[in-house]
């Protein structure tokens, strides 16, 4: 009969050890809802060992934050190869996947937790929204992006924010079309932007002559068309 040896870790091990224990905690339940001593017990180590580490739960919280950042961020990331409407989609399945996977983490992050206030908190999440508006902005080929644009992209990644932490509140809408509906509502952002802005449009005009009728840029005019019948007709401005 042989007894097993518990492997000694390495400092750094050891620290990468208990921040995936802390993340995978903390995308189940909200992180101010965890205690040090479920760390220590779930990664199999006493809780004054937890503090030779980490000085206290803030600091594994902002570890714990600092690598799911990281993982959001990445989501946002897509080869610049085919119509734009299909990376879109594909980032939107992406994104959803962090959320679906870390859902009360994702909430208490972006709604605020333990760490709420903290500038290291909340230079974390600046990261993560502008490395999004980033990603967005380098596939429109834009060059320096115009003011509008930039607008736009911003808009738009608060309102995928936004929208999956409603989603996340009993998840009434199925998941597939609210992924599809952000995709057309980054077009419909843009279009408005367009009917202000010549720059703008040349913008939305380029990215749509490379769209296929199948894709969701196409799918969105099929549906506005379908919708037009419908919609009163608007009466001709009076002039003075």
């Known amino acids: 009969m042989t007894t097993g040896v518990r492997r000694r870790m390495g400092v750094e091990e050891r620290r990468q050890q208990l921040i995936g224990v802390a993340l995978e905690l903390f995308s189940r339940r909200a992180p ?10 779930a990664a199999g180590i006493s809780r004054p060992l937890v503090y030779h580490y980490f000085p206290g739960k803030q600091s594994l919280y902002e570890a714990a934050l600092r690598r799911a950042a990281d993982e959001l961020a990445a989501r946002f990331m897509e080869p610049h190869e085919g119509p734009l409407g299909a990376r879109l989609l594909r980032v939107m399945g992406r994104f959803f996947d962090f959320v679906d996977e870390h859902g009360p983490g994702f909430a ?9 206030g903290s ?8 990261g993560v929204r502008q490395a999004a508006c980033d990603q967005i902005v380098a596939h429109l080929d834009a060059g320096e992006p115009p003011a509008r644009l930039e607008l ?3 808009s738009w990644v608060s309102l995928a924010e936004s929208t999956a932490l409603l989603w996340l509140d009993g998840r009434r809408v199925p998941r597939a079309e609210l992924e599809l509906q952000l995709v057309h509502d980054f077009a419909a952002l843009a279009a408005v932007s367009a009917a202000y802005d010549e720059e703008m449009a040349g913008i939305v005009l380029r990215v749509l002559a490379r769209e296929p009728a199948d894709g969701p840029f196409g799918d969105l005019l099929t549906r506005l068309s379908a919708l037009a019948p ?11």
């Open 32 to 41: 101010d809802e965890v205690s040090i001593d479920e760390i220590a017990a």
């Open 108 to 116: 208490a992050l972006m709604r605020g937790g333990p760490a709420v």
């Open 119 to 126: 500038s290291t908190t909340n230079a974390m999440i600046d």
């Open 152 to 154: 736009v992209v911003r």
């Open 230 to 240: 419908a919609i009163p007709a608007v009466p001709a401005q009076r002039l003075p």
